[in-house]
């Protein structure tokens, strides 16, 4: 009787309040999906860091006539000295720390920027002589390129060493701040959602204000007739959640995997493991922050 009771009220307070309830449920799905949003972008950028970290390369930059850099003094690196960078290279100290290297001379440089920057006007600029010839080296561990830069600095003929994940980590932090701005607009819009179920409830519980009066007359503790209108602001914002999780999967579903991962075969994206993991957060997320609003509401209803 009792949950046959709670049950009535919830499904008429629902009803009373319906263009609020929508409300609560469009609010709640917005805020829940730039919450996921910024989840699944923070799972990129940790699967795309993995990837590419372990797959970063150093580059050892030629002197070239134009070469300004270390002991270059526009002087191209004549044979001896491509000849000692890759003894430097081959030599008992590096070999156990290189995985692989090779050599790029600039015709092969020059091939590689047209297909880079193709269909832009600056490959009508360049022409292979302003390109350096380079050595391109991966590390067994990509974190040990001081030894690299240890070993070639003052070398002969090397204009400069760069470790590509300095590149990389420019990339990564500007994906960061867009997966910190995600979870900003997220948590001002969870804010908004909050208020507003704050408001409902309190709404709801003042349309049937004299129902209230009655069942406190009679006896009924200040938790059953709380219960309803909880339960009221949490399956408002649970269908909102579910939404949200249905939003999450459909972005890793047409976008990620249906897009990205045609467009970009060479990058590895985020599978649907990610959206499924972000489920539970968002349900999660939405009960509590529905079940603790509406008990601060009608909480502080009941003592007026």
């Known amino acids: 009787m009792r949950l046959g009771f709670i049950l009535r009220e919830v499904g ?14 469009l609010v709640t799905f917005i805020s829940l999906t730039f919450v996921g949003t910024a989840s699944l972008l923070q799972a990129q950028i940790n699967e795309m860091r993995g ?7 150093v580059a050892i930059y030629l002197c070239t006539d134009f070469s300004t850099l270390g002991g270059c003094d526009q002087q191209q690196a004549t044979p001896d000295q491509i000849r000692g960078v890759e003894a430097q290279l081959e030599s008992s100290s590096l070999q156990p720390y290189i995985e692989d290297y090779y050599f790029e001379d600039r015709q092969m440089a020059y091939d590689n920027f047209r297909e880079q920057f193709a269909g832009s006007q600056v490959v009508d600029l360049v022409s292979p002589e302003f390109l350096p010839e380079t050595f391109w080296v991966s590390l067994v561990d990509p974190t040990q390129t001081d030894l690299i830069f240890e ?66 007359l009679v006896g009924a503790s200040n938790r059953f007739i709380q219960t309803p209108f909880i339960l009221e602001g949490v399956v408002a914002a649970l269908v909102g959640a579910v939404l949200a999780s249905g939003a999450v999967w459909a972005i890793v579903h047409y976008f990620v995997r249906g897009y990205l991962v ?24 939405g009960i509590a922050l529905a079940a603790v609003a509406s008990y601060a509401s009608i909480s502080r209803y009941l003592r007026v």
Do not use: H
């Open 12 to 25: 008429t307070g629902l009803a009373r309040n319906a263009s609020m309830v929508v409300s609560i449920i």
């Open 51 to 57: 990837y590419w970290f372990d797959r970063a390369q």
């Open 151 to 216: 070993a070639m600095a003052g070398l002969a003929g090397v204009e400069s060493v760069v470790d590509q994940r300095s590149y990389l980590d420019e990339i990564f932090a500007l994906l960061n701040a867009g997966s910190i701005t995600a979870v900003a607009v997220a948590a001002l819009m969870l804010v908004a959602a909050a208020l507003l179920i704050s408001t409902t409830i309190r709404l709801s519980a003042f349309s049937r204000r004299r129902e209230l009066g009655i069942m406190r």
């Open 262 to 285: 045609t467009e970009l075969p060479t990058t590895v994206f985020i599978s649907y493991d990610a959206a499924f993991a972000t489920m539970p957060l968002l349900i999660g997320t």
